[in-house]
């Protein structure tokens, strides 16, 4: 059975951090693309971050460069996203997802699977 299960969400104040992790079984996890997305209140949803597990490129929004962080380890099925400097603007539910053929990273209909999601919030 596939599984894509995000956490480490939570309440943080502006300027703070997270790391969101996310833990994928169930298929070759070194054949996949996991990426990083996020669904405001009232916006679309939007790519965040992503990361080749093949070859380890990744990507980043113009929204979180120098801020967010992707990273993975593959021992532990793992893909984790470190954010820092949070801002109000980042508040969103952020979900996980994993795709075996992505050429556009932040186009969601690349992905096969994804998780349920976890909430960021940042505010004062």
């Given at each position: 059975?596939?599984?894509?299960?995000?956490?480490?969400?939570?309440?943080?104040?502006?300027?703070?951090?997270?790391?969101?992790?996310c833990?994928?079984?169930?298929?070759?996890?070194?054949?996949?693309?996991?990426?990083?997305?996020?669904?405001?209140?009232?916006?679309?949803?939007?790519?965040v971050?992503?990361?080749?597990?093949?070859?380890?490129?990744?990507?980043?929004?113009?929204?979180?460069?120098?801020?967010?962080?992707?990273?993975?380890?593959?021992?532990?099925?793992?893909?984790?996203?470190?954010?820092?400097?949070?801002?109000?603007?980042?508040?969103?539910?952020?979900?996980?997802?994993?795709?075996?053929?992505v050429?556009?990273?932040?186009?969601?209909?690349?992905?096969?699977?994804?998780?349920?999601?976890?909430?960021?919030?940042?505010?004062?």
């Amino acid at each position: 059975e596939v599984q894509v299960v995000e956490s480490g969400g939570g309440f943080v104040q502006p300027g703070g951090s997270l790391r969101l992790s996310c833990a994928a079984s169930g298929f070759t996890f070194d054949d996949y693309a996991i990426g990083w997305f996020r669904q405001a209140p009232g916006k679309e949803r939007e790519g965040v971050s992503c990361i080749s597990n093949s070859d380890g490129s990744t990507y980043y929004a113009d929204s979180v460069k120098g801020r967010f962080t992707i990273s993975t380890d593959n021992a532990k099925n793992t893909v984790y996203l470190q954010m820092n400097s949070l801002k109000p603007e980042d508040t969103a539910v952020y979900y996980c997802a994993a795709g075996v053929s992505v050429v556009v990273p932040y186009y969601e209909y690349e992905y096969d699977y994804w998780g349920q999601g976890t909430q960021v919030t940042v505010s004062s």
